[in-house]
């Protein structure tokens, strides 16, 4: 059992070890015994009488103190042995990582994962929270928030986009309050809606002809009004006729558990709890929904650098910040206007969304990944599947891995856990290597090619705690 050393308790001119100790240390009763043997012997061989007799009760004080910091030690390397030294970190990361390591193959990869897992955990800025922990929680939730940071996420992530009255707030889209709170059950907020709430269309038949929507973005409402929501799993039924309906949809591999009270968080917020929670920090600048510039004078360039200002404010060392961006030319505004936020901004690549863009055709990349570096481009971020391909039923690197590492670019990518069960081959986020995947323990086996040989520096994940536990497992830090 793992235990730290407990204040010890001065009495008189001695110091005795705590209960706890003693109690772990009962076993070691012939040791003690030999102990004080040995010291008696000491006392009685080496000293010749009269010196003995002048010094006896000096002596007797002496064996006690010996005796006592002889006992704290073997306490020390009894602790150390377990793996047990330090203050506990109180990072759980549930049951989930270890399901995933019992479902994989029997092999190397497995039994180094399974070596040391009942050893404490640490926070590590490997693991990477998405938007939180939001494969139970709702997104960009209080809640979430503080999920990822007990399941060991070093790094948390808020999505940054503006209200109506032009403040910060923490949401994935700048119009999906939709799907992500209970905006439409508020009279008065839904009617301020883009878009309010349209029932399923069916035909005679029963058909379905037009799927249920609406659109609620942040940009309708004020921070007062934003501030009244509270945040959902993130889903929607198509199928709805009634906005009650509506709201419901959430997928069957997450939960709607956790989403008794999702509280919203400005960007602000945001940054107070990180600091309070020990997180470092990864802001994405949200591509905006509305015309920019917005209300005629709020530029994109005012968007970017509102954000950076708010961990200046914040007194955040910058160090701990890693801002994100779609959007090239936000990562450029950075380096060039806030140089020591920007030497670490993440560029997001989206490409893959243009039709000449091959991952593993140069040719078709623009910019280069020596371009990218020459325009001081610190960190490239694209989705796992982009940096992995398949070569002889195994995966491996892709040519747009091994040509970012060429560059001297390091790698960030997104999102793990957000794939439901694996065993249909795992959807979008493993294009290319379906084939491969045929079970939910192939989530680790893609975890170490993405760490060992790739050679990525953290990893979005939704359910952070799978890659708390990889992290530890490997010493990544």
Known sequence: MCFTLSTMQTIGSFSYIDINILVTLANLKCVIVVLNFILRFAYFGVFIFPIQWVFREKMMILRKVVTCFVLAGMAGLIMMSAGCVGKKSGIQVGPRPYYLVNDMDDGQLKTELKKNENAPLQRTDFSIGHRGACMQFPEHTKESYE??????????????TFTKDRELVCRHSQCDLATTTNILLIPGLAAKCTQPFQPAQFDDNGKMIKPASAKCCTSDITLAEFKQLKGKMDASNPKAKTVAEFLGGTPSWRTDRYSGSGTLMTHAESIELFKKLGMKMTPELKSASVAMPFQGDYTQQQYAQQMIDEYKKAGVDPKHVFPQSFNLEDIKY???NEPEFGGQAVFLDDRYEEKSFDYNNPETWSPTMDELVSQDVKIIAPPMW?????ENGKIVPSVYAKKAKAAGLD????????????KNGGGWYYTGINDVITKDGDTMVLLDVLAQDVGVIGVFSDWPG???YYANQKGLK
Request: aromatic share 6%; net charge neutral; charged share 15%.
């Open 147 to 160: 999920a990822a940071a007990r399941m060991g996420a070093g790094i948390c992530e808020c999505d940054v």
């Open 334 to 336: 950075w380096i060039k």
């Open 386 to 390: 982009m940096l992995v391909t398949i």
């Open 411 to 422: 790698i960030i990518t997104w999102s793990l856990e957000r794939s439901g069960l694996l």
């Open 466 to 468: 799978t890659v708390t």
